[in-house]
């Protein structure tokens, strides 16, 4: 896969600090992108910051030993935004997605390059690159420090990579698991990178609290149009009597698709007083993204979401005929 890169090089080697930043709940994708590019920059001797909207899952912690990503605290940072005279905005389809950082950034005139995979980009930018058939950000963040030299690379860059990679093809099982996907592995094995303990981090290393959650929501999910859609609901009251923080739940919709039957589950998490993040996936004969998009949200074809404010009842209310609707129109 061969994209332009050269006004970002040419953008990057002229700029005097630079900004990389990704979605609100980021994930392996977001901060893989980030901190390869981080790494990647430091070794051309070109200052940037990370700085994020929210929080980022403790699994992704391993990957950021030096603490180099922030998070934005809009009273301290935002005089100091204005330092910057270029932002990267990572793995982001929609301007919803980029949090109260996005929204401060907006009201200043930072040129700004967005590279990202989603079928859809809305981000207003001065320069992107979008290819929905790279499997994850990475990949396309990958081939940019290529284009500017393999010497670049080392371990930790390739091992930030991998992480975009093996998340967001749910370690290569997905139908984005293509051979792209393969080709960049097994180039990122030549740094030395160990698949099985990057997995390891990733996803072998859950509280206890977080998966005895995960047993009581089995318990609880409810199964519609012949078993094919299956979908539940955690309020902050399951979250907070089962001791989970937010950030543990992800990977809950991928593993109630995994039911035999269950073409697409969806999951709808209250993350604050009367806001809920509902999450699709699909096994492939339903497009999902296409609902979630109808409530202002968007996403990959079988893995998308959108975030509302309301209850959690009458979101679901509101989401669950747009799926059984969808899910009656699978051609047999
Ligand atoms: P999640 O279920 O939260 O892991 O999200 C799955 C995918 O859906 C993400 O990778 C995003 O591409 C997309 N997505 C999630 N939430 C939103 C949203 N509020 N607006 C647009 N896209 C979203
Ligand atoms: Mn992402
Ligand atoms: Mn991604």
């Not at 994708?29 to 994020?52: P, Q, R, T, V, W």
């Not at 990057?198 to 318990?219: C, D, N, P, W």
């Not at 993350?271 to 999902?288: P, Q």
């Amino acid at each position: 896969m061969q994209h332009n890169w050269k006004p970002i090089i040419s953008q990057l080697k002229s700029a005097g600090k630079i900004l990389l930043t990704t979605h609100v709940n980021p994930d392996g994708d977001g901060i893989g992108s980030e901190i390869a590019m981080y790494h990647f920059l430091l070794k051309m001797n070109i200052i940037s910051e990370i700085i994020n909207s929210s929080a980022f899952p403790e699994e992704y912690a391993f990957l950021d030993p030096e603490k180099v990503i922030q998070q934005y605290i809009p009273e301290r940072d935002f005089e100091r935004l204005k330092e910057f005279d270029l932002i990267f905005i990572f793995d982001v389809g929609g301007i919803t997605r980029t949090g109260i950082l996005g929204d401060d950034l907006a009201r200043l005139e930072i040129p700004s390059i967005c590279i990202d995979h989603h079928p859809e980009n809305h981000i207003v930018c001065d320069y992107k690159v979008v290819d929905d058939k790279a499997p994850s950000t990475t990949c396309l963040v990958y081939e940019l420090i290529k284009e500017i030299g393999t010497e670049y690379i080392d371990k930790q860059i390739a091992e930030a990579v991998y992480v975009g990679l093996m998340t967001d093809t749910g370690s290569f099982r997905f139908e984005n698991a293509n051979k792209y996907a393969f080709r960049v592995a097994s180039e990122l094995l030549e740094y030395d990178i160990k698949p099985n303990d990057i997995f390891k981090h990733v996803y072998e290393s859950y509280s206890r609290q977080r998966m005895a959650l995960l047993g009581t929501v089995l318990q609880t999910v409810h199964y519609e149009n012949d078993e094919k859609l299956a979908w539940f609901t955690i309020s902050r009251d399951d979250l907070k009597r089962a001791g989970v923080q937010l950030d543990e739940i992800g990977g809950y919709t991928d593993f109630i698709r995994s039911i035999k039957g269950v073409e697409v589950s969806v999951m709808f998490l209250e993350i604050d007083l009367n806001k809920i993040r509902v999450s699709f996936r699909s096994k492939g004969k339903v497009v999902v993204n296409q609902i979630a998009r109808k409530f202002g949200g968007g996403g990959h074809f079988y893995a998308a979401g959108l975030t509302v404010e309301n209850t959690l009842e009458k979101v679901t209310l509101m989401v669950l005929p747009e799926a059984r609707k969808a899910i009656e129109q699978i051609k047999q």
